[in-house]
């Protein structure tokens, strides 16, 4: 089974800087798709940055994050640069691959790591 762990996150000033970690344990023979996810209170979970392929960011956030990965270590990024108050939310990653049997898929879930944004 593949388990994602979040780091990361936590309190940073508006125009700050934070890098999100997620790294995925379990047999993974490929990541093909890898996303990340926020939401805040009150509100509904929303797409920030997806890659499979191509890259596509949220508009709210184009020009400040970066999604990227390190194969070797299974590991995806989001680099969040410029970071204002309504950034504010608990952030998710989210992977899509291929098993080590080369024929199985998965697709999970990280746990969350809150971002807070505040002076």
């Known amino acids: 089974q593949v388990q994602l762990v979040e780091s990361g996150g936590g309190l940073v000033q508006p125009g700050g800087a934070l890098r999100l970690s997620c790294a995925a344990s379990?047999?993974?023979?490929?990541?093909?798709?890898m996303g990340w996810y926020r939401q805040a209170p009150g509100k509904q979970r929303e797409l920030v940055a997806a890659?499979?392929?191509?890259?596509n960011y949220a508009d709210s956030v184009k020009g400040r994050f970066t999604i990227s990965r390190d194969n070797r270590k299974n590991t995806v990024y989001l680099q969040m640069n410029s970071l204002k108050p309504e950034d504010t939310a608990v952030y998710y990653c989210?992977?899509?691959?291929?098993?080590?049997?080369?024929?199985?898929?998965?697709?999970?879930w990280g746990q969350g790591t809150q971002v807070t944004v505040s002076s």
């Open positions: 989210n992977l899509e691959g291929v098993l080590l049997d080369k024929i199985k898929r998965f697709t999970s």
């Open positions: 379990g047999g993974i023979f490929r990541i093909k798709a």
């Open positions: 890659s499979s392929g191509r890259t």
